[in-house]
């Protein structure tokens, strides 16, 4: 019997065996915060494991070649012997003139030593799960409609997790990170919870009445920021350098409404203050003084990091290899690592040239989205304080939401275009100097993104406002033939034309939707019928859901980027559900391509 068994170990002391295992890292990460390097920003040290993986990385696609080479499974593998035996066999390994391992030798030793990728993350039964929950789409009247979604439904027993005793007992011998209770995936290559995909799981989860689940996400995410001051990418070692889009007080908002659970509310407030926090000072906030003389802080994306992505150092450094300087490649590894905190990784969005990557300037670029995810955050937070009786906390962040709601109208908003457009820095500003707003740092080309702000009330209350945005919408060539297209720039980057993205359909969707324009309620009735049509024609054609669509042709998936097409999907699942649970689908509408 493992020492920790489910029988045996005690709940009551999870906290602090939790605590005590991650205490090593947790003492890094709060130390390196004040540590500035070269390249003017914090850097948090990586763990000897993730360090040595990363090499086992380098020398497997030397070994093994490129084709079908993803570099991410090398450092999801978990030890089977400690690390200084593992390292010192692989010393021993036979090598050629070159320096070079053979196949069989190099299979044989990660056979030997190591389990697979994702092994340690294992099947978890959600207990809140029933084929068909009771008031399930109520909406959905065409049979072959339900049908699908009940097998979409059935997606959340596959993606299901919990992390293994084995990470609890021998925490150093993986990069998986311990977790308080059970997660839902994304799918695929992605065998960790991450953080913006889990709220549009948790969207698909209120759609299938399995709140337990989603509240065990939240509690998950909730822990990360006890540990570490913010909510990691994802649940790895090697995503401690970056977060990714706050959304976690519009998870924990999506559960509340459902279930009224104030003690949820009670216990994420803390830590919702702090991640706050976390992209309101230092590193992520940036003060713009407008035409006006008005001063506006707004955020920025900036990983912790200036070093190849150990999940994806091998692409990495491949595309540094043109770039000479040492210094500069700390830069350009940085703002790497910044766009993968983005969620947009990777996107000519932030590239000054939008055929070459390394002219990525992520961290010198005012998102649109972001400010809007932090003014959601701020509207969330003052509505928990009023909840649970905190009325001078509540008053505070709705003054604070107001404030960020003038920064993003002062800095983003173009009249002109009617588009909110995201803010070049100018360059080499330091983090203490105000920037002077200029017209022309404005990124005119088009992209979803731009039109955000109207997912927020603030915005789509206003009919006047919203009507202009439509209209900028209708002509900007991003509402292709099955969704809303993420650029007009086909890069072959995944996070521009052709693909389009669950998340983005569904933010402009309930914009749309939630506004007093009945023509901008009937386009989002339109987009979302495109949407939900090309994920059944293609789930039909496949047997699966998938990451990204080709808004280009019905039945569709998308591509591009720096690995295959992936399935499963936790966002792709939750968003199909959320708007079949809003819209419904008409026993006479057609759900075949049209």
Sequence with gaps: MAFFSHNSYPFTLFPFIFLFLLL????????????WSADTGPVIPTTPLVSFLQTLQETSLKTFGPKNFDPKMYVDLSLKSNLSTTIDAFDKLPRNATGAISVKDLSKFIDDYFDGAGDDLVYADPLDFV????????????????????????????????????????????????????????GSRFKEVNYWDSYWVIRGLMASKMYATAKSIVTNLISFIDTYGYVLNGARAYYTNRSQPPLLSAMIHEIYKRTGDLKLVRKALPALLKEYQFWNRGIHSVTVQDSQASSHKLSRYYAMWNK??????????????????????????????????????????WMRNTSDITTLTTTSILPVDLNVFVLRMELDIAFFAKVVGDNKTAKSFLKASQTRKRA??????????????????????????????????????????????????????????VKKVKKSLDSSGLVCAVGIATSL?????????????????????EGLLRSGSEEARAMAEDIAVRWIRTNYVAYKKTGAMHEKYNVEKCGDFGGGGEYIPQTGFGWSNGVVLALLEEFGWPRDLKIDCQ
């Design 24 to 35: 090593t890292i947790m003492n890094i990460v709060n130390a390196s915060l004040e540590t």
């Design 131 to 186: 084929p068909e929950p009771e008031g399930f789409l109520p909406k959905v009247e065409n049979s072959q409609v339900r049908a699908w979604a009940l097998e979409v439904h059935s997606l959340w027993k596959n993606l299901s997790r919990k992390v293994s005793d084995s990470v609890l007992n021998r925490p150093e011998f993986h990069t998986l990170l311990p977790l308080p209770g059970p997660v839902v995936i994304p």
């Design 308 to 349: 190849p992505r150990p999940e994806s150092a091998t692409i990495d450094k491949a595309f540094a290899s043109k770039i000479l300087n040492d210094s500069e490649k700390q830069h350009f590894y940085r703002e790497v690592a910044s766009t993968a905190e983005s969620g947009w990784d990777f996107s000519t969005r």
């Design 408 to 465: 993003i109208n002062s800095v983003f908003w173009n009249e002109e275009k009617g588009q909110w457009l995201d803010y070049w820095l100018d360059n080499g500003a330091t983090l203490e100097e105000c920037q002077a707003w200029q017209a022309s740092n404005q990124n005119h080309r088009a992209y979803a993104s731009n039109y955000l702000p109207l997912w927020i009330d603030l915005f789509n209350s206003d009919t006047c406002l």
């Design 489 to 509: 720039i086909n890069s072959g980057n995944q996070w521009d034309y052709p693909n389009g993205w669950a998340p983005l359909q569904h933010m402009i969707i």
